[in-house]
């Protein structure tokens, strides 16, 4: 990884451990050269608008005061207003944060959504707290950032280790603090609080949908074409479901219990009912089970990681023969993994378009929180379906016009896209 210009780290990072910003700077740096005449903004999208440190002090359970760190990144809002989710995870830092809320504009505008990026969290450990102190937690750090979000300024969602709950939690909070009741302040929340019918499923159906457009341009029949799976949770058992249903042979599926093989194809919904079961795909009936390095080994025409960050790196990118990797996780191929991969003419559908269903359905969400008028599944999933198309289309198109990978064509349209809207707005004053 290149080392970060000076300038370009802000006094509260450490320079000997920029952590997950860095990362970010560099893909930024990678882009800049096709930018043309935009160029000259790019310093704008190697600083976050605005940083907010909160300190969340909560009564526990058992009488005593434990005190939270917690933050709310707005990376940039040229476009709309921020949106990214909230993660409670003891590891949050600011440059995690920070990081993902910039690769949360890029994913926005890389989808053409009205919006700019942002990201917030807290540092704890959830699973040592009970309903009720979380439910406190969560209540005082939406206060502490009430005043910098809002339907117009900023819209949380729920990520790792938030959720539907929490959500609702936030709205309510945001909704007292401001007098009236306000369900666009948040998405991802229950159907009966404002939440959007098709929102569980957007993720895979997202993945679903892009791979069908790489497989089309590749020239390979969804029908018979073998699906291998990392990940059989919401956006791995949705997208399994959807290639299931198209005909695909979905032969291969790994959890965090092992994994499950069958060369003509798993039964995928006895799979989910085993699954639901179970806890896990271990011993599930009619496969063979694997090692971890035979899953990666396995010839295939897609390969979707849809679990966690890091999976493909250095160490097993070489095993692995498939015609697309379809990024339904986020960050899952490491740098040096994308290299080893596309070298051998693999087609790697980047995580911030692959995985993008998820967002578009929370804009989906916020549009029918305004006008109070909800659609059906079926239209949701007919805009979302139309909307991973258009991406998916602009990156390609860009990608055949620089010779680049996906990845850095998705880069190139969402940072011109924020950068002719900074262009347009000009600087204040
Ligand atoms: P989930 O919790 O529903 O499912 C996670 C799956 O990963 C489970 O099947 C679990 O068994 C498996 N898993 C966990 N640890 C594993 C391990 N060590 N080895 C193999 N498998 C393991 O989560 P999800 O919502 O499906 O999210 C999966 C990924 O997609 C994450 O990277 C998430 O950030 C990303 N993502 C999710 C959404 C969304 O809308 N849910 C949107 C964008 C990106």
């Known amino acids: ?245 198209a005909g695909a042979k979905v032969i291969a599926v790994y959890d965090h219990t092992g994994v499950v093989h069958n060369e003509r194809g798993l039964n995928v919904p006895a799979l989910q009912n085993y699954v639901h079961e179970h806890g896990g795909v271990a011993g599930a009936p009619d496969a063979d089970t694997m090692t971890p390095k035979e899953f990666w080994s396995l010839e295939t025409e897609i390969l979707i990681p849809a679990a966690l960050e890091g999976q493909i790196t250095r160490d097993n990118a070489d095993l692995i023969h498939t015609r697309i990797l379809v990024e339904g996780a986020n960050g899952p191929t490491t740098p040096e993994a994308d290299d080893i991969i596309s070298a051998k003419g693999t087609m790697i559908i980047p995580d911030v378009v692959a995985n993008a269903g998820g967002v578009t359905v929370s804009y989906f969400e916020w549009v029918q929180d305004f006008s109070s008028f909800f659609w059906t599944e079926q239209e949701i999933n007919h805009r979302l379906e139309a909307m991973m198309r258009s991406a998916y289309g602009s990156m390609s198109k860009v990608a055949r016009e620089h010779s680049v990978s996906l990845r850095t064509a998705a880069f190139i349209v969402a940072c011109s896209r924020i950068l002719e809207a900074r262009q347009v707005r000009g600087l204040y004053p």
């Open 1 to 245: 990884m290149a080392e970060p210009h000076p300038q370009h780290l802000p006094s509260y990072l450490d320079p000997a451990n920029p952590g997950p910003w860095a990362i970010y700077l560099e893909q930024v740096d990678r882009v800049t050269p096709y930018l043309g005449p935009l160029a000259r903004w790019v310093e704008t999208l190697k600083r976050p608008k605005r940083i907010l440190v909160v300190d969340v002090p909560v009564e526990l359970d058992n009488g005593t005061i434990a005190h939270f760190e917690g933050y709310r990144v707005q990376h940039n809002t040229s476009r709309g207003p921020g949106k990214g989710g909230v993660r409670f995870h003891q590891n949050v830092t600011l440059s995690e944060v920070m990081a993902l809320s910039a690769w949360m504009s890029v994913k926005s505008a890389a989808v053409n959504l009205p919006f700019g990026g942002a990201k917030g969290g807290i540092r704890i450990d959830p699973r040592q707290y009970s309903m009720g102190e979380l439910e406190r937690i969560t209540r005082r750090y939406t206060s502490e950032i009430g005043d910098i979000i809002g339907p117009n300024k900023d819209i949380p969602a729920p990520d790792v280790n938030t959720n539907a709950q929490v959500m609702a939690w936030m709205m309510d909070t945001y909704s007292m603090n401001s007098g009236r009741t306000t369900t666009g302040v948040v998405t991802g929340k229950p159907v009966s609080l404002g939440g959007s019918l098709g929102r569980v499923a957007a993720t895979g159906r997202g993945v679903y949908v892009v791979a069908c457009e790489a497989a089309r341009e590749s020239g390979i029949e969804i029908k018979d074409a073998r699906i291998a799976i990392q990940g059989f949770g919401n956006v791995g058992g949705t997208a399994a479901q959807l290639f299931h249903e």
